[in-house]
């Protein structure tokens, strides 16, 4: 049995306790006064992802002795805890089994890859996703259910020299595997991540989990592949120079008319995720605000039952309403028109406003204020403003005494 600390600023901040044999750990679970100690089955790293502040980590020998102290700093990890003299060593599951270990090589460095996976049609996977998922450490997945469909159907098994390869990782969960795949990673494996149909990250889980072995200097990367988004948006035959990604609109609120409002006002193509459920809903809410505004309603891409629905947004809310629709749905908008440029009757009751609320201004600093607010050329509110000053100091003479 050996004992550790992590200490900050010299305090305890946590007592380990490690056991090298399942006689020890059965020991710790039943031992008494051991409160607040935790005990682990074999520490392969140390990382200090997510924390706020640096950690002291103290090394002991069996006998007790600290024989080294180490600062993490946030967003670091160490990939072994190291010998009790001498270098550190890459794996370690005990100091007295530190030299029977091989060091894992920096050419074998360890790695997520975020892998594009099939939408509808199996045919669309690719070879280097195949090659990836075949040869990965471990497989996060949305639903191992549907991973494992998708990985016999391609010839791959999910078995691995040390069990199954696969790891639930979805929305509810994706915090608490963190350390898991942080260790895989920092020990030299490769871990995949795919969702349950597309790129993952993509309103599915993987962002946050790229994000966070990201910041603390690990290699992610990405075979990248079919995308109901992508796919949606360039047979949508609407703009797709510049668009947004909505994904899934809240179901009900105050906050749903905000999205709802601030979708609407875009001048970019926007990409909305849809339940079946609730796309009539939907359709009826954006057709009520601007009826004409184009727009393409996607179904069940690349499989059997693909359909592309082209027209605006009132044509879509009647042509669906009547509709039992099932399925993958995406809905590509068309953005907000350009605004009409402001016309010389509101160009100039903007400057007799501004001119109104500070007489003292001049010509120069009310064409600032109005050509900022209406997005017109300077000149033409400066322009203005002098035709309107001028109007205003002859009416002024010829009203005055004398």
Known sequence: MRSGWLLRDGKVVCALELADSPA?????????????????????????????????????????TVVRVSRLKPWRIVRALGRATGGPARAVRGTERCSKRQAV????????????????????????????????????????RRTRALLSASGITAKGPHGDRLLSLHGHNEATRLDRVVAAVASGSTVAVVSDAGTPGISDPGAWLAAQLAAAGETVSTVPGPSAVVGALVVSGLPADRFCVEGFLPRKGPERRRRLESLLADHRTSVVLEAPGRLVATLQELAAADPARPMAVVRELTKLHEEVWRGTLSDAAEAFAARDVRGEIVLVIGGAPPAAPAGDAAVEAAVRAALDDDPSAGPRQVAELVAASLKVPRRRAYEAALRLRGAVARDGGTSGPG
């Open 24 to 64: 020890e750990r059965a020991a710790l679970r039943g031992r008494t006064g051991c409160e607040g100690a935790l005990h682990v089955d074999g520490l392969r790293t140390v990382h200090t992802v997510g924390m706020k502040f640096p950690i002291d980590v103290a090394f002991l020998s069996t006998d007790l």
């Open 105 to 144: 090589s920096d050419e074998r460095r360890g790695r997520l890859v975020l892998v594009a996976t099939p939408i509808g049609n199996l045919g669309d996977l690719s070879p280097r996703a195949r090659e990836v998922l075949a040869t990965a450490d471990l497989i996060c997945c949305e639903d191992t």
